[in-house]
């Protein structure tokens, strides 16, 4: 099983980090919670079991930032 890297894991953490850093500091935007939707648009397009964890997690946390902005 090859692992897949066509969606920049570290970039989907990162966009992920930065919204949650912004919902910290206050925001509940609608910008936010676009940002909170791609990424987990991005985690859920990932398919590979071996990535399953990290794709349940990054899920999560980017629901959770979506339910803070509604």
């Known amino acids: 099983m090859a692992w897949d890297n066509s ?3 570290a970039a989907i953490i ?3 980090e930065n919204a949650e850093q912004r919902l910290s500091a206050g925001e509940r ?3 936010l ?3 909170a939707q791609r990424v987990y648009n991005q ?3 990932h398919n590979n079991s071996a990535q399953s964890p ?5 899920m ?3 629901q959770n930032l979506i339910n803070a902005c509604q």
């Open 60 to 62: 999560e946390r980017a």
């Open 54 to 58: 990290w794709r349940r997690e990054v």
């Open 29 to 31: 935007s609608e910008s």
């Open 14 to 16: 990162i966009d992920l």
């Open 7 to 9: 969606g920049n894991l």
């Open 43 to 45: 985690a859920a397009a």
């Open 33 to 35: 919670q676009q940002a």
